[in-house]
């Protein structure tokens, strides 16, 4: 999707595991973003990059962290995963802030 | 802190009808507000966006919108429904870090079309 790809598509894992999420992007796009959408919330930002190694906490962050190593790819790990992060997440990247994002086809994850 | 307010969680029109999807937002500074639409199963895709300049944006899929600082609203408009549009609508605003920014989504409005 534009560059943009998501693995996996769908997971299902038992509460208390660990659990990583892959964006990988073909554009060498310096700015990366992690969402969750939940009914009801939209999407919330969960971590975002602004280049290898540079990442901050969004609003939802308790419970993630994120790391990128190469600006192609940006993870995002669930330390210990909990029902409550059952969602679907997306992963985007954006060019400059003129630019909107460019969403990958998400990834649906359920806790149980 | 930005936010984004979508009035009308689901909103329901005939085909060939106007569609109107709300969005405020509220900002301390010039902001970049931004349309998405969402089909099911899939990401989001960019419809519009409005940064500086002309404020009546234009759109793909016949879709516009209009900046109305005076407002604070981002209304999204389209003369006539057609199916294909039934979908999810996100808008969103842009809290702006240097070369770079965060976008803060309202919750959604989901359009029904019918026949």
Not at chain 1, 28 to 47: A, E, F, K, S, T
Not at chain 1, 76 to 85: F, V
Not at chain 2, 84 to 110: H, M, P, Q, W
Request: net charge neutral; glycine share 10%; aromatic share 12%.
């Amino acid at each position: 999707d534009a560059g943009i790809t998501q693995s996996p598509r769908h997971k299902v894992t038992e509460t208390g595991t660990p659990v990583t999420l892959r964006c990988h992007q073909t554009e060498n796009h310096r700015y990366m973003y992690w969402y969750r959408q939940d009914p009801g919330h939209g999407l919330r930002l969960i971590h975002y990059s602004y280049g290898v190694k540079d990442t901050d906490k969004g609003e939802v962050s308790d419970g993630y962290s994120v790391s990128r190593s190469k600006t192609e790819d940006f993870l995002l790990t669930l330390e210990s995963a909990t029902s409550s992060q059952t969602s679907v997440y997306f992963c985007a990247h954006q060019f400059d802030r003129g630019n909107g994002y460019t969403f990958g086809s998400g990834t649906r994850l359920t806790v149980v | 802190a930005q936010s984004v307010t979508q009035l009308g969680s689901h909103v329901s029109v005939s085909e060939g009808a106007l569609v109107l999807l709300r969005c405020n937002y509220s900002s301390s500074v010039p902001p970049y507000l931004f349309w998405y639409v969402q089909y099911p199963n899939q990401g989001l895709q960019l419809l519009l966006k409005y940064t500086t300049g002309a404020t009546l944006v234009k759109g793909i899929n016949g879709f516009e919108a209009e900046f109305k600082k005076s407002e604070t609203s981002f209304h999204l408009t389209k003369p006539s429904a057609h199916m294909s549009d039934a979908a999810e609508y996100f808008c969103a605003v842009s809290e702006a870090f240097g070369g770079y920014n965060k976008l803060i989504f309202g919750a959604g409005t989901r359009l029904a079309v019918h026949p």
